[in-house]
């Protein structure tokens, strides 16, 4: 399976899968917020960046959407896997493995110090992959919006 950085010709087919992973968690984002993170995603001097799996005859079948940062805990950098999202039509055929494998090795391979991430304690299908990495480290995440 193929994983590559996004390019302007994705554009389409993340527009797609990023409507199906905001109507999945019920939230309204803005288009020019949908706007700006994707032009984040694709400037190599954002912190934020995109890997998809390309479909076999047609548009990307998935996604995941990273932010590299400094930690206080370790001397490498941090990757923060802030959304991961895979087109129904493909789920359960190692999409979302090849994108988290794919963090996994670009880390190994650039010194990071680890790739973490969180999901909704209900999301049974998901946890069941994350738990084939890492068992659910207890943390829990509180969100202040300003």
Known sequence: MIVRDATAHDRAGWERLWAGYLAHY???????????TWARCLDAGSAIAMRVVPGAHGPI????IHVLH??????????????????????????????????????RAKGWS????????????????????????????YRLTL
């Not at 309204?28 to 706007?35: H, L, Q």
């Not at 079948?61 to 995941?64: C, K, S, T, V």
Request: charged fraction near 25%.
């Open 61 to 64: 079948e998935g996604f995941a």
């Open 26 to 36: 019920g939230v309204d984002v803005p288009a020019a917020i949908s706007d700006h």
């Open 70 to 107: 400094p930690s206080t805990w370790a001397t490498g950098e941090s990757c923060y896997l802030e959304d991961l999202f895979v087109a129904e039509h493909a789920r359960g055929r190692g999409v979302a493995r090849a994108l988290i494998d794919d963090l996994v090795a670009q880390g």
């Open 114 to 141: 680890h790739v973490y991430w969180v999901t909704e304690t209900d999301n049974a299908r998901a946890r069941m992959l994350y738990d084939s990495y890492a068992l659910a480290d207890g943390y829990v995440r």
